[in-house]
């Protein structure tokens, strides 16, 4: 019968007084500790050993610990270091978290900070070596584009672009914020006859209504006050290309007539001049509102409306499209790896899940950030559930929590097609506790742990938002101190 071999933690430290108690409470989790007196020997020992964690003080005589630490990492560029001090400075912080460090924690020890620490360090010691196999869904260069999915509704986006490059007709894009509606402009113009012209976006949102005419349309010497001299506008310097219009709802009355006067007749006039100029410029137009409704309320002129959306592609929400979120994933890793931004490459199980499950509100382009922001401070060459914002750790805006069909494929399986989250069932109304009693051991039979601790994570998550995050009043409702409580709360925030 085999046995499982229990994790190995290295603890070095000048003092030998440290390293016992130390130790001591780490064994008390059947934890198999080794000690080094000094930086050399404990060096030695890491090549020797190959130790799990390592437990590191900063202030040692002879090699410190920064120095012992740079050294380690040599050895194992992967291995995981808890720095150890009596001296919390700003300065400690940066060299402990600068030089790779995992975390750091300060002495005298609470003996349960350095358990539940060693704990979430094991952890992600494990979730390192369970993305060994990872590979990536995609390969970057497939989607040169920069629009990433292969969701029916992006392959749906991916025809009408097929479809209308061979032409000149006028496109408008519509979708929320983040979605990727220029990179959808880039990819028509790209692949239209007009490719080898301009490209010029426009963010209409972005400059006041008193100069979009002269961004747009150019203007003459003395035109108005700081007309020094002559300019072209964007629509005469993308002569022969295309000119993308974005948030195009936030245009100005005044304005939106003069583009009319393009889309008609092929011409403009520069502000303060008298002479027609004409133009040979696609235009392709994006809106996050609704024009119809400003159509309505006469905000927005109905024949500029109906000159633009002659086609119309509408760009999903990224909660809408869930399954394509692992390809998003590695498509940023690639691209940060490209720009030697991040060595990551990897994403664990855990992490993916988590990533998965949320509701990106920010879409794509909030996604975008924050794989960068965990790509910077991951520690190795996989991001893992702890490099995540606590906001996404902590479940904000879960789309599918709870459900048995998560929208990601898991390794080695195909991911299943994903079907608009059906409407929760009514709460079922019991009479009294043990009847809902009965319900929940029902639904928990066969003693699942995970089910189990499903139970306990919902119903701490439930009691402390019920108690406005007050953790005195949720650890008494829940009947565990204050203490027990935040443990379960890092345990939660660790398994994301």
């Given at each position: 019968?085999s046995?499982?071999?229990?994790?190995?933690?290295?603890?070095?430290?000048?003092?030998?007084?440290?390293?016992?108690?130390?130790?001591?409470v780490?064994?008390?989790r059947?934890?198999?500790?080794?000690?080094?007196?000094?930086?050399?020997?404990?060096?030695?020992?890491?090549k020797?050993?190959?130790p799990?964690l390592?437990?590191?003080?900063?202030?040692?005589g002879?090699?410190?610990?920064?120095?012992?630490?740079?050294?380690?990492r040599?050895?194992?560029?992967?291995q995981?270091?808890?720095?150890?001090?009596?001296?919390?400075?700003?300065?400690?912080?940066?060299?402990?978290?600068?030089y790779?460090?995992?975390?750091?924690?300060?002495?005298?020890?609470?003996?349960?900070?350095?358990?539940?620490?060693?704990?979430?360090?094991?952890?992600?010691?494990?979730?390192?070596?369970?993305?060994?196999?990872?590979?990536?869904?995609?390969?970057s260069?497939?989607?040169?584009?920069?629009?990433?999915?292969?969701?029916?509704v992006?392959?749906?986006?991916?025809k009408?672009?097929?479809q209308?490059?061979?032409?000149d007709?006028?496109?408008?894009?519509?979708?929320?914020?983040g979605?990727?509606?220029?990179l959808?402009?880039?990819?028509?113009?790209?692949?239209?006859h007009?490719?080898?012209?301009?490209f010029?976006?426009v963010?209409?949102?972005?400059?006041?209504?008193?100069?979009i005419?002269?961004?747009?349309?150019?203007?003459?010497?003395?035109?108005?006050t700081g007309a020094?001299?002559?300019?072209?506008?964007k629509?005469?310097?993308?002569?022969?290309?295309?000119?993308f219009?974005?948030?195009?709802?936030?245009?100005?009355?005044?304005?939106?007539?003069?583009?009319?006067?393009v889309?008609?007749?092929?011409?403009?006039?520069?502000?303060g001049?008298?002479?027609?100029?004409k133009?040979?410029?696609?235009?392709?137009?994006?809106?996050n509102?609704?024009?119809?409704?400003?159509?309505?309320a006469?905000?927005?002129?109905?024949?500029?409306?109906?000159?633009?959306?002659?086609v119309?592609?509408?760009?999903?929400?990224?909660?809408?499209?869930?399954?394509d979120i692992?390809?998003?994933?590695?498509?940023?890793?690639?691209?940060l790896?490209?720009?030697?931004?991040t060595?990551?490459?990897?994403?664990?199980?855990?992490?993916?899940?988590?990533?998965?499950?949320?509701k990106?509100?920010?879409?794509?382009?909030e996604?975008?950030?924050?794989?960068?922001?965990?790509?910077?401070?991951?520690?190795?060459d996989?991001?893992?559930v702890?490099?995540?914002?606590?906001?996404?750790?902590?479940?904000?805006?879960?789309?599918?929590?709870?459900?048995?069909?998560p929208?990601?494929?898991?390794?080695?399986?195909p991911?299943?097609?994903?079907?608009?989250?059906?409407?929760?069932?009514?709460?079922?109304?019991f009479?009294?506790v043990?009847?809902?009693?009965?319900?929940v051991?029902?639904?928990?039979?066969?003693?699942?742990?995970?089910?189990?601790?499903?139970?306990?994570?919902?119903?701490?998550?439930?009691?402390?938002?019920a108690?406005?995050a007050?953790?005195?009043?949720?650890?008494?409702?829940?009947?565990?101190?204050?203490?027990?409580l935040?443990?379960?709360?890092?345990e939660?925030?660790?398994q994301?």
């Amino acid at each position: 019968m085999s046995t499982v071999k229990p994790p190995t933690i290295l603890v070095i430290d000048d003092d030998a007084e440290i390293r016992y108690s130390l130790t001591r409470v780490l064994s008390s989790r059947k934890y198999q500790v080794t000690e080094a007196g000094s930086g050399e020997q404990g060096i030695a020992l890491v090549k020797k050993e190959l130790p799990d964690l390592i437990f590191l003080d900063i202030r040692m005589g002879g090699m410190s610990g920064i120095e012992t630490l740079q050294h380690i990492r040599s050895v194992n560029a992967k291995q995981l270091v808890v720095l150890m001090t009596a001296f919390g400075t700003a300065q400690t912080a940066i060299e402990a978290m600068k030089y790779g460090a995992f975390d750091y924690i300060m002495k005298p020890f609470d003996p349960q900070k350095v358990l539940a620490l060693a704990e979430n360090a094991l952890k992600a010691h494990a979730d390192l070596r369970a993305v060994r196999d990872y590979k990536p869904t995609i390969n970057s260069e497939d989607y040169k584009e920069g629009i990433v999915g292969s969701s029916p509704v992006m392959q749906e986006v991916f025809k009408i672009i097929g479809q209308v490059t061979a032409s000149d007709v006028t496109v408008m894009i519509t979708g929320e914020s983040g979605t990727g509606k220029e990179l959808v402009a880039r990819s028509i113009w790209k692949h239209s006859h007009r490719a080898g012209k301009p490209f010029i976006a426009v963010n209409c949102a972005a400059i006041p209504d008193n100069l979009i005419e002269s961004e747009l349309f150019g203007h003459e010497k003395g035109s108005f006050t700081g007309a020094t001299g002559q300019r072209l506008g964007k629509f005469e310097l993308c002569d022969g290309g295309t000119i993308f219009l974005d948030e195009i709802g936030d245009m100005a009355l005044a304005t939106q007539t003069k583009i009319l006067r393009v889309l008609q007749a092929g011409e403009i006039q520069r502000v303060g001049g008298t002479e027609t100029i004409k133009v040979d410029v696609r235009i392709i137009a994006a809106t996050n509102k609704d024009l119809e409704e400003m159509v309505k309320a006469k905000t927005f002129r109905e024949d500029l409306y109906y000159r633009l959306n002659v086609v119309r592609i509408r760009m999903p929400p990224l909660r809408e499209r869930p399954e394509d979120i692992p390809q998003i994933v590695d498509f940023c890793l690639q691209n940060l790896v490209k720009q030697k931004k991040t060595r990551v490459t990897k994403v664990s199980p855990e992490a993916m899940a988590v990533l998965a499950r949320h509701k990106w509100p920010g879409n794509v382009r909030e996604l975008e950030n924050v794989i960068y922001r965990a790509a910077v401070i991951a520690q190795g060459d996989a991001l893992l559930v702890k490099d995540l914002p606590a906001e996404i750790r902590a479940g904000e805006g879960l789309a599918y929590a709870g459900t048995s069909n998560p929208p990601f494929a898991t390794e080695g399986t195909p991911a299943p097609a994903v079907a608009p989250a059906p409407p929760e069932p009514a709460a079922p109304a019991f009479p009294d506790v043990g009847t809902a009693l009965d319900f929940v051991f029902t639904e928990l039979s066969g003693g699942d742990e995970l089910l189990m601790k499903r139970l306990e994570r919902e119903m701490t998550s439930r009691v402390l938002k019920a108690e406005g995050a007050d953790l005195a009043k949720a650890a008494k409702r829940l009947g565990i101190t204050k203490a027990v409580l935040q443990k379960r709360l890092n345990e939660i925030g660790a398994q994301g």
